[in-house]
Every structure is written in structure tokens, then in C-alpha cells.
């Protein structure tokens, strides 16, 4: 089938060999990056979803931050090298978007909506999930290759203390993101006899 969105989807893919040769003002990335969030639906309209986008100097500390907490995590001096050098990939790129969910906004709809109350922190998951996957989809149509990455709990207090990030917003993901220098790898689908139904 033909279907701009749905090429855009299939082209979009995980690219973990990145860098810095982006002709895209940091000033544009920004304001792509806060539109495709801005645009993405959450429910009940919450709008939970928050957003550090990190550039530069500032992306590579980040990854840096991660690469001094891992340390701790490596069972040989082989381990920590190939870590080491996997969040030094990820630094190579020219930005990072840290997603958060405000954990404020779930509890306010607990407790104005205590019949869904059990819902609530599962729906700010999927919002979550959703503007992460239109930033990266929008990235991509920028021409730029990104990686959706999960450091999170580990960092968590090192980058509320970093960035000065409220306490409220928690961890969710890292969607790190640069020029494509590398192909995607190659991805193989599941029949859809076993993924799908279809009634008429």
C-alpha cells in the first residue's frame, strides 16, 4: 500500500551510529522537538508528558553522567570498556531528549476521576510513549537518525540535581539523536497470521 504516513513509519528506524553534521539550527530542533510533543494526545487532554532537551555540550553530559554511573555496574575491565565506549556513541550525537511524565498531573486526575484512579499512571505511560515516537518520527523526517535509550532509574538523581528538574516529573526515556552516519540494522517482522484479527 501507498501511504505518506505510514512510509514515514517504515522508514523511521533505530540508528546507533550518529553525530554532529546537522545543518538544522538548534533553534529549529527545539522547536520541532516542543511541536511534535505539543501535538502528540494524551488522555483526558492531560498533557502530561515534560520534555529536557539537552544539546551539545549539554548532550554529552549527560552521557557522560551515565557513563560514571555504569562504571559501578561493570563486571570486568572488558564490560566497562564496551559500555564505556557505547555512551561515548551516544555523546557523538548533537542532542538528547530526556521525557519525563509529571507525576502531579496523573495524581490530580486520581483524585478528581478516583473511579479510573488505577488507570491513570498506565494512560500517562502511553502518552509518554506516543510523543516519544512522534519526536523520533519527526527527527527522521529531518533526515536525522536517533535511539530510543532507558538509563532511567539509575541516573534519575543525578539529573534532577544536573538540570534542576522538578521531583514531580519522573524518568521516563532518552531519545538521543544526531546525523545518520551508519545504516540501520535489519529488521524482521513476525507473520501477521500471528499478531493480527480480523473480522467482516
Same mark, same amino acid.
Given at each position: 500500500?501507498?501511504?505518506?504516513?505510514?512510509?514515514?513509519?517504515?522508514?523511521?528506524?533505530?540508528?546507533?551510529?550518529?553525530? #554532529?553534521?546537522?545543518? &538544522?539550527?538548534?533553534?529549529?530542533?527545539?522547536?520541532?522537538? &516542543?511541536? +511534535?510533543?505539543?501535538?502528540?494526545?494524551?488522555?483526558?487532554?492531560?498533557?502530561?508528558?515534560?520534555?529536557?532537551?539537552?544539546?551539545?555540550?549539554?548532550?554529552?553530559?549527560?552521557?557522560?553522567?551515565?557513563?560514571?554511573?555504569?562504571?559501578?555496574?561493570? #563486571? /570486568?575491565?572488558?564490560? !566497562?570498556?564496551? %559500555?564505556?565506549?557505547?555512551?561515548?556513541?551516544?555523546?557523538?550525537?548533537?542532542? %538528547? =531528549?530526556?521525557?519525563?511524565?509529571?507525576?502531579?498531573? =496523573?495524581?490530580?486526575? &486520581?483524585?478528581?476521576?478516583?473511579?479510573? !484512579?488505577? @488507570?491513570?499512571?498506565?494512560?500517562?505511560?502511553?502518552? %509518554? !510513549?506516543? +510523543?516519544?515516537?512522534?519526536?523520533?518520527?519527526?527527527?527522521?523526517?529531518?533526515?536525522?537518525?536517533?535511539?530510543?535509550?532507558?538509563?532511567?532509574?539509575?541516573? /534519575?538523581?543525578?539529573?534532577?540535581?544536573?538540570?534542576?528538574?522538578?521531583? @514531580?516529573?519522573?524518568?521516563?526515556?532518552?531519545?538521543?539523536?544526531?546525523?545518520?552516519?551508519?545504516? !540501520?540494522?535489519?529488521?524482521?517482522?513476525?507473520? /501477521?497470521?500471528?499478531?493480527? #484479527?480480523?473480522?467482516?
Amino acid at each position: 500500500m501507498s501511504n505518506q504516513f505510514i512510509d514515514l513509519i517504515t522508514q523511521r528506524r533505530t540508528i546507533y551510529s550518529i553525530g #554532529k553534521n546537522v545543518e &538544522q539550527s538548534s533553534e529549529y530542533l527545539t522547536d520541532l522537538i &516542543q511541536n +511534535a510533543i505539543k501535538q502528540s494526545p494524551s488522555s483526558f487532554n492531560s498533557q502530561s508528558s515534560r520534555a529536557v532537551i539537552l544539546l551539545n555540550a549539554e548532550s554529552e553530559k549527560f552521557w557522560n553522567i551515565v557513563k560514571e554511573k555504569l562504571k559501578s555496574y561493570a #563486571k /570486568d575491565e572488558e564490560s !566497562a570498556a564496551k %559500555t564505556s565506549a557505547k555512551m561515548d556513541s551516544f555523546a557523538a550525537g548533537v542532542g %538528547t =531528549v530526556l521525557f519525563f511524565e509529571d507525576l502531579d498531573v =496523573v495524581k490530580g486526575l &486520581q483524585e478528581q476521576f478516583p473511579s479510573y !484512579a488505577e @488507570n491513570f499512571p498506565i494512560w500517562a505511560e502511553h502518552s %509518554t !510513549a506516543i +510523543a516519544q515516537f512522534a519526536t523520533w518520527t519527526a527527527l527522521h523526517t529531518e533526515g536525522l537518525g536517533a535511539s530510543l535509550q532507558h538509563y532511567n532509574p539509575i541516573v /534519575d538523581e543525578e539529573v534532577h540535581a544536573q538540570w534542576n528538574i522538578p521531583m @514531580n516529573w519522573k524518568l521516563r526515556a532518552q531519545l538521543v539523536f544526531g546525523s545518520v552516519e551508519g545504516e !540501520a540494522r535489519a529488521k524482521d517482522y513476525i507473520n /501477521d497470521e500471528d499478531r493480527f #484479527k480480523i473480522f467482516k
